[in-house]
């Protein structure tokens, strides 16, 4: 008869597995329906590769999905949360520039239309 921890552990399992199918998912539709330089762009190794691999790896607990020369950084979500903290705080102070900035911004740089 299966254990008491074995029941207890089960919704965790499930949604693990629920997470790793679905990021495993997400990666085989960007493999096939992005071009390849979108892929190897700075921008979506940093952004949407590391967190796939994150979620893939440490959270469904695959192997093998990711080349094993490339290690990821332990200490991946502390950093993604402080990148996103000074994310919101730069995008913060940017909201509450006027407009009338940004237009004379336009202006001098010789991007204002008309």
Known sequence: MPSRAYFLSLPERVIRSALGFSAGLLREIGELALP??????QLYK???DTTLRY????????RGVYPTEVPQAQDFLARRGVGHAIGAAR???VSHLSSRVFAALADLSGLGGA
């Open 55 to 62: 979620v893939i790896e440490q959270v469904g607990g695959a």
């Open 36 to 41: 390849r330089t979108v892929r190897r762009g």
């Open 91 to 93: 995008h913060r102070g």
């Open 46 to 48: 940093s952004l949407v």
